[in-house]
């Protein structure tokens, strides 16, 4: 190979590389927003954790997290 057969070589694959990385940061960005929004409920209800001591990061749904209120009310 000559030297400017190396340097093709050598930018082509820097360019895949380069693609190829944009597109995982894509999709971890991707992955994140979704788990942002799955998880938003819990900024709801800040001030019921105050109050009863549950903390909605314990919690995987929001529906999981109102029994537990509802538990604890009745006690």
């Known amino acids: ?5 190396d340097f093709l070589f050598g ?7 380069e693609e ?3 597109q995982k940061e ?10 942002k ?7 709801n209800y800040i001030d019921e954790w105050y ?3 549950l ?3 314990d919690y995987d749904t929001e529906e999981e997290y109102l029994e537990a ?3 604890a009310e009745e006690e």
Do not use: V
């Open 20 to 22: 190829a990385r944009k």
């Open 26 to 35: 894509q999709q971890e960005k991707s992955t994140l927003c979704t788990q």
């Open 55 to 57: 903390d909605p990061d």
């Open 11 to 17: 930018f082509l694959m820097a360019k895949k590389n």
């Open 69 to 71: 209120l509802e538990e």
């Open 1 to 5: 190979m000559s030297n400017m057969d």
């Open 37 to 43: 929004k799955i998880y938003d409920w819990r900024e």
């Open 51 to 53: 109050e009863t001591d």
